[in-house]
């Protein structure tokens, strides 16, 4: 399993890093939605029966299309400070309203239906909407940095917490939620990650104090452990243990971007201070 996720990790780091470094918005868009595409695949092949495969392929698609629309968006706010977001509100409208015209000419159980229409209502808001972030993200002036600088804190934090958890840990963070996470690994990754933010603001954003890495480094990890227990409450509901087995030694895509779900729209709101300080 160890050697299985240095492996994974010396391969896709290089290769990520490089992709979104020097290969334009385009390449990214497609990252993000092969990424999401894949991580809302794990997700409604969890929630929903095998019978359903139809629905599973509908939520997969509306999914992308709120990124898309989001993306399209993203092109068109740029440099003029508009923040009605339409596509993106009619994007997510859309949507609703293709499961509940779909639910009402097809369902047989009221009830069963309007339940697996929530379950895919939540599902392509949790992995889409959040996931969106990384998009608007990448359209701010500085995109690419900060995009690396989100994943350089939370690769450092899920690293110290898998190290320091498998060396030190002890006590459970969270039992009832995942009972390998301890407390003691959450401090390993909170430390790691904001040591890699204070160094990545020296490399990423000249000019700008290490503090503002630090502080902004905190609340990237903290955001990212809500985000990895936020996933953990998932799977536990839905009795698996990881979401796919698309990356060998770290499991599924939404295994891979559950981190990123809440930390992503957390650094879009901080981005000015790593910007402009």
Not at 23 to 43: C, K, R
């Amino acid at each position: 399993m160890v050697l299985q996720r240095v492996v994974t990790g010396a391969i896709l780091i290089p290769v990520l890093t490089a992709s979104i470094r020097w290969g334009g918005e385009l390449l990214f868009l497609i990252m993000v939605l092969l990424l999401a595409g894949v991580g809302l695949t794990e997700y409604f092949r969890a929630a929903l029966p095998d019978e359903h495969i139809g629905e599973r392929v509908l939520g997969t698609g509306l999914g992308l299309f709120i990124l898309i629309c989001i993306f399209l968006e993203s092109r068109v706010l740029q440099g003029n400070g508009s923040s009605w977001y339409f596509l993106s509100i009619a994007g997510c409208a859309t949507s609703f309203f293709v499961l509940f015209f779909y639910t009402i000419f097809t369902a047989q159980e009221m009830a069963a239906a309007v339940n697996r229409m929530a379950l895919k209502i939540f599902g392509m808001l949790y992995v889409c909407l959040f996931f969106s972030y990384m998009i608007l993200l990448r359209s701010k002036p500085q995109g690419p940095s900060l995009i690396l600088f989100l994943l350089f804190v939370t690769w450092a934090g899920d690293s110290g917490s898998y190290i320091v958890g498998s060396w030190k840990g002890k006590r459970p963070l969270c039992p009832r939620i995942s009972p390998k996470k301890t407390v003691e690994g959450a401090a390993g990754g909170f430390i790691w990650g904001i040591s890699v933010a204070a160094v990545s603001v020296f490399f990423l954003f000249k000019g700008t104090p290490p503090g503002y890495g630090l502080m902004i480094g905190a609340g990237v990890n903290i955001m990212n452990q809500l985000g990895d227990l936020s996933e953990s409450i998932i799977k536990r509901a839905f009795g698996i243990k990881d979401s796919g087995v698309i990356f060998p030694g770290h499991g599924g895509a939404l295994d891979r971007i559950d981190s990123l779900l809440f930390a992503a729209p957390f650094l879009f709101y901080c981005a000015p201070a790593l910007i402009t300080a």
